[in-house]
């Protein structure tokens, strides 16, 4: 009896001791971004939130670098971060880093929001891909919508709305002191332990409870974007997607007008596979593809039909209107350069007609070698034909049947033909 009442206290100690030891974990998750605000980086840095959560780490700070980025995307770590359950920290970093555009709003959505001596922020007036200006409708569309949503962020973080809204409206920089004396940032820390030694005992209100830092003799977990975010992020670039997307017509196009290659079909495969990966992550407008894809397909018929050009111009159109329509206005920052659409349509128009023009040459020319190429021409009647008979032609003997009686020893032009048979008629007056 003692010994089982003893294996139940064992056990009663071990299920209260457990949930102590895994949530007395001192434990800081830093993650790094230095690149752009992208699907990609969003599902990396959502990625660890959760773990940062569901592994019970004291906080999670990320080190951030970025010139900007997409709007879905910036939204979509600010939903991660509002809903953490635990500490984010955004600490810009190294010294020469910046946090542009997205990357404000990133910053004073945070819980604490941190900058290292050298580093800026600010410049968040939306632009499209290329950072040029959008259209007067469209700027002020737009600016108006982010004006609204950086002045609940730093509401919600207590801090300068006013700085914020200039940083949107009129694209306003200023270094990590100025946004500490400006209440944009809570803390100027030269790195990660001195950053850990100021958060030390710092009071941080989450879902409307006080929380209390214990950064002191904190471990740090660092994780760096591996080689698959890395790729992923390549890959997924509005630009690179595009020229995806047309490498794989080249290449399906050209394995499928040329049988045997392997390669160019093997590559088109695969980028068209990619491109339609980064597609699904991207707010493509699908008509913009169906568009593109019209193009090429009148590129083809260019060679088949004489239309003087005008398929040629129509295509051009077609994939030009479709490649400027692959992405919405309402994402600036998804837009293809016109220095990438102009080359990528002419060079395809080029590529479409040449190679299809060369196909359909050789498929049109007559026959060198075989029977076919005999058709046309002429041989000897070696017996009578009518429904049988037998010619010589090319030092060969060849069964032969003709609609017309042919005496042996006539001259006889073939027709076509049938198996192993020809068909014959006579030839009259040594013509056609």
Do not use: C
């Not at 809903?83 to 920290?89: K, W």
């Not at 007036?125 to 409708?137: A, E, I």
């Not at 100027?188 to 209390?212: E, F, S």
């Not at 060079?347 to 299809?356: E, K, Q, S, W």
């Amino acid at each position: 009896m003692k010994t089982l009442w003893y294996k139940f206290i064992i056990l009663l100690f071990l299920i209260l001791a457990i949930p102590a030891v895994v949530f007395a974990k001192n434990d800081i998750l830093v993650v790094s971004v230095n690149d752009m605000i992208s699907p990609v980086s969003a599902e990396f840095i959502q990625s660890n939130i959760q773990r940062a959560n569901i592994e019970r780490f004291t906080a999670i700070i990320i080190k951030l670098d970025t010139p900007g980025g997409l709007d879905s995307s910036m939204r979509s770590i600010i939903k991660d971060i509002n809903q953490s359950l635990i500490p984010v920290i955004v600490y810009v970093n190294p010294s020469g880093a910046h946090a542009a555009s997205a990357g404000v709003f990133i910053t004073m959505a945070a819980h604490v929001a941190a900058m290292t001596p050298g580093t800026n922020i600010g410049a968040a007036h939306p632009v499209n891909s290329n950072g040029q200006n959008l259209d007067s409708t469209m700027k002020e569309k737009v600016t108006n919508d982010m004006a609204a949503f950086i002045k609940s962020i730093a509401i919600k973080r207590g801090r300068n709305e006013v700085w914020g809204q200039e940083a949107v409206r009129n694209s306003v920089s200023i270094t990590e002191k100025d946004a500490l004396t400006q209440h944009v940032i809570d803390i100027i820390a030269n790195n990660i332990d001195d950053l850990l030694t100021q958060l030390n005992g710092r009071v941080i209100t989450i879902n409307d409870k006080p929380i209390t830092l214990n950064t002191k003799d904190a471990k740090i977990v660092n994780v760096e974007m591996g080689l698959r975010y890395k790729i992923l992020g390549i890959i997924t670039n509005p630009s690179v997607a595009y020229i995806l997307m047309l490498l794989g017509f080249y290449g399906l196009y050209f394995e499928f007008t040329s049988p045997g290659a392997i390669f160019p079909g093997v590559m088109g495969s695969i980028s068209i596979i990619l491109a339609f990966y980064a597609f699904q992550t991207l707010p493509v407008n699908i008509a913009g593809v169906f568009l593109i894809i019209i193009g090429i397909i009148l590129f083809i018929l260019e060679v088949t039909i004489i239309s003087h050009g005008i398929l040629t111009i129509g295509g051009i159109i077609s994939m030009m209107i479709g490649s400027l329509m692959l992405f919405p206005d309402s994402e600036p920052f998804y837009k293809i350069s016109l220095g990438i659409i102009i080359p990528a349509v002419f060079i395809t128009a080029l590529y479409f007609i040449l190679t299809f023009r060369l196909v359909y040459k050789a498929w049109k020319r007559k026959p060198i070698t075989g029977i076919e190429a005999y058709i046309g021409k002429t041989a000897s009647a070696k017996t009578d034909i009518f429904k049988n008979g037998t010619i010589m032609m090319q030092g060969e003997l060849w069964s032969a049947w003709s609609d017309e009686f042919i005496e042996k020893g006539s001259q006889v032009i073939i027709l076509e033909r049938n198996g192993l048979k020809v068909k014959v008629r006579a030839k009259l007056n040594n013509n056609l």
